[in-house]
């Protein structure tokens, strides 16, 4: 019988250490996994390397990571956020690594990573700043960028209903970088409003398989949902 249902954020996180690189779901607030990051943070695991979309976004989340001096280096295509400053500071001391990536792109290497694909080229960057020491290649005479998938050692990921099987539904623009995420990470964890009995999720709907899924915690009734996160 196979339950991947865990009773603790603390035991969803387990085993993220110093050096991790973990992939963290979310589109500012929507989708971003709050129970997990603030979970992540207690552990004190440190030198992380955090893959997010826009990882300045979200002051009560990845945030209080940057703010703890806990991440070596970020990864994300929107580093700047109204009203969060901790990261610019960070940035400018030169206290954290930042590699900018076109949002596009940043998606299709993630994808690329789930899907067993180790490269691939875009013109996205060509020319510019973003595309310095990266491989050229023309194709129909234009020319294209290499871009390497971008894995990672876990993603936490933020789902509306799950089994569990852990196969996940997700609620509306919360979904985004989510499918993604689970399936190019070694061990994916998965905080999701509600675990339902297997055959509570009609198979059609499904959006992520059971088989990306490691770990599901179910959040408290009180937790995101009702602040307009998940």
Request: charged share 20%; aromatic share 8%; with cysteine.
């Amino acid at each position: 019988m196979i339950n991947k249902e865990v009773t603790s954020a603390e035991a969803a996180v387990a085993g993220i250490g110093d050096g991790a690189t973990v992939m963290v779901g979310g589109f500012g607030p929507p989708g971003q996994p709050v129970e997990l990051i603030e979970a992540l943070l207690e552990t004190g695991a440190r030198d992380l390397t955090i893959i997010n979309n826009n990882a300045g976004a979200g002051g009560d989340a990845i945030a209080k990571l940057f703010a703890a001096k806990r991440v070596a280096k970020v990864i994300c295509s929107f580093p700047k956020a109204i009203g969060s400053t901790v990261f610019d500071e960070l940035y400018l001391a030169k206290q954290i690594e930042l590699e900018l990536v076109p949002q596009g792109t940043l998606a299709e290497r993630i994808r690329a990573a789930g899907a067993g694909i180790a490269a691939f080229y875009t013109q996205t960057g060509y020319g510019t700043e973003l595309a310095e020491g990266k491989p050229v290649q023309r194709f129909d005479g234009k020319s294209y960028v290499l871009e390497e998938a971008l894995h990672a050692d876990f993603a936490l990921v933020r789902a509306f209903k799950a089994d569990r099987w852990g196969n996940l539904i997700y609620r509306k623009t919360a979904r985004n970088f989510g499918p993604l995420m689970v399936a190019a990470a070694k061990t994916s964890i998965v905080e999701v409003n509600e675990i339902v009995p297997l055959g509570g999720i009609d198979p059609e709907i499904v959006v992520t398989p059971g088989i990306y899924v490691d770990r599901l915690f179910q959040v408290p009734a009180s937790g995101q949902l009702s602040k307009g996160i998940a």
